[in-house]
C-alpha cells in the first residue's frame, strides 16, 4: 500500500511492464484498463502511456544499457527491479525528462516495495546509465557499422536481430528501407479510426473528432491525439479504431471485379473483428451476407457485439474445416482469409511482441496458414476471390504460402492485386506490401486469388 506516495503514472507503467514480463499480457490491453480503474486522465494518461510502450518496446537496447552499467547480465537482476530499470532507463535515454527525475522516481518505486538495499542498487545503475546519452551508449554497446550493419541498426532501433533480417530480406536487401522500416517501427504509431459505412463518412468522422481524411481508405481517419474512446461515434458504434492498412485488406475483398455476386461473403478468420464489421457494413449496403468464423467461442461473442445490426452470422469453428463444423455449403463469392501470423508487420502497436516472438514460431504459423489457404480455395466458387492477408512483411508467411498453394490447386491463380489497394509503392505485384515507413500502416501483405 505504501505505493500511494508513490507517483501514480510510473505505479501503473510498472505495473504494466511487471504484467508483461510475469505473465506474458499484453500491454496495449493492459493499460487503457489500469488507466480507466486508477482514474488517470489527460497529460498523466499521455505520460503513462508514452513510459510503457516506449519502455516495452525498446527492451532490448535497454538491457544491453543495463546490463553494462550494472556489471552484470539483466538475468541476474531481479525482475521486480529489472522492470524498474527499464522504465528509469527509458526516460534517461529516450525522453526529456530531467535525470534527477527519472532516476528519483525509479528509487521510490523501488523503495516503496523492497526497501532501502534495492533502492540503493537501482540507484547506483540508473546513475551510471546517466552519465552517458543513448547516441555514446550505442556506441559503444551496438555491433560496429562497418563490419555488422545490420545488427547496428537493430540494435539502434531496438529490434531482434532476426526480424531485421527478415525485413532486409523483404525490402530486397537495401540498407536505406531497411533503416527507415526500422525507425518507423521504433515510433509510438498514430491512431486510425474507420467510418464504418452507412452509419457515418469519414469526412464527418473528422468533423466531429478533430481528425484528418486518410490518404488511402475511403474510411480512414487519423487522430492527432486523446482517447478514441472520448470519440462520440465510437461510443455510437458508427466508427471504430483500425489501423489505415486493415481497412485496406477488408475493402479489398469487396471492390474486386467478380462477375455477377451472389452475395454470399466469408471471413475465415474474423477476431477480433473489426475487418468482419467493416466488410459487415459493406454488405449491408451491397444486399450481401456475412458468415464470420472464429474458433474461439468467447472471441466469437466479441465480434457479435461489434457486428450487430449488421447482416453477419458468426461462427465457432476451426476455419480448416468449416463445411464440417458449421453447415456452410462451398461456392461462396468472396473470401477474406486474414491468417493468423507472427504479426511482424504490426510491432509498433503491440510493443512487446518483437521481443517475445522466436524464429522458431514461424514454421507452425506457415503450416497452418497454406491449411486455410487450401480451404479458402475449396470453398470459393469458380471466378470468385480469395484475399489473402498477413499482418507480416516475412516472405515465408506471404509470397512464400501464396506461391506454394496456387501452385497446388488446378486452376488458381493470383490477380493484380495494386489496384485493389489504391496506394502507391506497394511493390512490383500481384501482391501488395505495405509498410509503416512508407504508407504510415501496419506492413499488411494481401494477394488476391481466383480459381478457373
Not at 452507412?198 to 468533423?207: P, Q
Request: net charge negative; proline share 5%; with cysteine.
Amino acid at each position: 500500500m505504501r505505493d500511494k506516495a508513490v507517483d501514480q503514472v510510473r505505479v501503473t507503467a510498472r505495473d504494466v511492464l511487471r504484467a508483461v514480463r510475469e505473465r506474458d499480457a499484453y500491454a496495449n490491453l493492459l493499460l487503457p484498463k489500469l488507466l480507466r480503474e486508477r482514474h488517470i486522465s489527460g497529460r498523466d494518461a499521455a505520460l503513462a502511456t508514452e513510459l510503457t510502450y516506449g519502455t516495452a518496446r525498446a527492451q532490448g537496447l535497454l538491457d544491453a544499457v543495463i546490463a553494462a552499467a550494472a556489471g552484470r547480465p539483466v538475468a541476474d537482476i531481479d525482475g521486480k527491479l529489472l522492470d524498474v530499470l527499464r522504465l528509469g532507463t527509458y526516460q534517461l535515454l529516450r525522453t526529456r525528462i530531467g535525470a534527477h527525475a527519472a532516476v528519483s522516481t525509479s528509487v521510490d518505486l523501488v523503495r516503496a516495495e523492497d526497501g532501502q538495499g534495492p533502492a540503493g542498487f537501482v540507484n547506483a545503475v540508473l546513475r551510471k546509465v546517466s552519465q552517458r546519452d543513448e547516441d555514446l551508449w550505442t556506441d559503444e554497446l551496438a555491433p560496429p557499422m562497418s563490419e555488422d550493419l545490420l545488427g547496428n541498426l537493430a540494435f539502434r532501433y531496438a529490434h531482434p536481430r532476426w526480424i531485421a533480417e527478415v525485413f532486409f530480406d523483404a525490402l530486397g536487401g537495401s540498407y536505406g528501407q531497411l533503416q527507415a522500416a526500422l525507425a518507423a517501427d521504433d515510433e509510438r504509431p498514430p491512431v486510425h479510426l474507420v467510418a464504418r459505412p452507412g452509419f457515418i463518412t469519414a469526412e464527418e468522422l473528422a468533423l466531429t473528432s478533430g481528425g484528418e481524411v486518410g490518404r488511402y481508405s475511403p474510411y480512414c481517419v487519423y487522430l492527432p491525439g486523446g482517447d478514441p474512446g472520448d470519440v462520440e461515434a465510437i461510443r455510437q458504434g458508427y466508427a471504430g479504431v483500425q489501423d489505415e492498412g486493415s481497412q485496406l485488406v477488408a475493402r479489398a475483398v469487396t471492390v474486386a471485379d467478380i462477375g455477377e455476386d451472389g452475395g454470399r461473403w466469408l471471413d475465415m478468420c474474423a477476431g477480433p473483428g473489426g475487418k468482419a464489421a467493416l466488410i459487415g457494413a459493406i454488405a449491408d449496403i451491397d444486399n450481401a451476407h456475412l458468415d464470420a468464423i472464429e474458433v474461439s467461442a468467447h472471441r466469437a461473442d466479441l465480434i457479435r457485439g461489434v457486428v450487430r445490426d449488421l447482416p453477419v452470422d458468426v461462427h465457432v469453428a476451426d476455419a480448416r474445416d468449416i463445411v464440417e463444423h458449421t453447415g456452410l455449403a462451398a461456392g461462396f463469392d468472396r473470401i477474406l482469409l486474414d491468417a493468423p501470423c507472427t504479426g511482424l508487420g504490426s510491432l509498433r502497436r503491440r510493443p512487446e511482441a518483437r521481443w517475445r516472438r522466436q524464429p522458431s514460431d514461424v514454421p507452425e504459423l506457415v503450416a497452418l496458414q497454406k491449411d486455410l489457404l487450401g480451404e479458402a480455395l475449396r470453398l470459393v466458387r469458380p471466378g470468385g476471390i480469395v484475399v489473402y492477408s498477413t499482418c507480416s512483411p516475412h516472405p515465408a508467411e506471404t509470397t512464400g504460402v501464396v506461391d506454394e498453394v496456387v501452385a497446388s490447386v488446378d486452376g488458381a491463380r493470383q490477380l493484380d492485386a495494386r489496384p485493389l489497394v489504391g496506394a502507391d509503392d506497394v511493390g512490383d505485384g500481384p501482391h501488395v506490401q505495405l509498410w509503416p515507413h512508407i504508407h504510415g500502416t501496419d506492413a499488411m501483405f494481401l494477394a488476391a486469388i481466383t480459381k478457373d
